[in-house]
Structures are given as C-alpha cells and as structure tokens.
C-alpha cells in the first residue's frame, strides 16, 4: 500500500516535469518507464507468487485429510481384522 503510494507520487512527478517540458525530458520519461515497468513487473510476480502460495495451502490441507482418512481406515480395517465379530 505504502510502495503503491509513492509510485503514484513518483508517476504525478515524471508527468508533471514532462508537461513542464523539462530540459531532461527523454531522460526522465526513460527513468519513469523504468519506474512504472518495475513496478508492474512486481505487482505480477507478487499476485503469482500468492496464488502458488494459496494453491501449496490447499494442498498441504488436502494431504493432510487424505492422511487423517488414510489413518482412520488402518484404524477401522485393524479393528475388522482382530476383532470377534461373533463367529
């Protein structure tokens, strides 16, 4: 949130130069490119990053159910297999 604010500052400052037709206009409007690609290309590999976090979430929950299920059933088929069941 903090980074997404001065960016914001640092884009109304570049426009702002460039508007006012600044003696260094190429070299600013490069560095501003720099700036906002830089950006963006954080802001993607951030959202891609949580989503491969979420996605690992889900499955470590999914394997530990599958691992509690998987201890219920030794438990049931143990108990099937030693118990008297009146035969």
């Known amino acids: 949130q903090q980074?997404?604010?001065?960016?914001?500052?640092?884009r109304a400052?570049?426009?702002?130069?460039l508007k006012e037709s600044h003696y260094e206009s190429e070299r600013?409007?490069?560095?501003?490119?720099?700036?906002?690609?830089?950006?963006?290309?954080?802001?993607?590999?951030?959202?891609?990053?949580?989503?491969?976090?979420?996605?690992?979430?889900?499955?470590?929950l999914l394997s530990s159910k599958v691992g509690e299920f998987d201890n219920w059933l030794d438990k049931i088929e143990h108990d099937l297999t030693t118990s008297d069941h009146g035969v």
């Open 13 to 17: 400052d570049g426009e702002k130069l």
């Open 3 to 10: 980074s997404e604010h001065r960016v914001e500052a640092i």
């Open 28 to 60: 600013v409007q490069a560095q501003l490119n720099e700036v906002l690609e830089g950006w963006e290309e954080l802001r993607s590999k951030s959202q891609k990053k949580t989503q491969l976090l979420q996605e690992s979430y889900e499955a470590h």
